[in-house]
């Protein structure tokens, strides 16, 4: 059997924690096919046991610092 890897989707405001319901800003794919979703905060505490367990994690969490192209110049 050949398993094909895609790269992932960009995770949207509709994405949201497992943990609390914020959005999400980490995916998390485990080794059984499943996923878990992570808002920034949770992701961070949960990073060492997540690192263990985790075939891949998707990191998104480098929007929340990035200014948006619409901001005034006096908001950048």
Known sequence: MTTVLTPASPLTA???CDRCGA???LRVVLASGGEL??????GRKFEP??????VEIQDETGRLS???ASADDDER
């Open 14 to 16: 509709a994405d949201r």
């Open 66 to 68: 990035t200014t948006a």
């Open 23 to 25: 959005q999400a800003y």
């Open 49 to 54: 046991e997540l690192k263990k367990i985790a």
């Open 37 to 42: 979703l992570f808002c920034a905060h949770h």
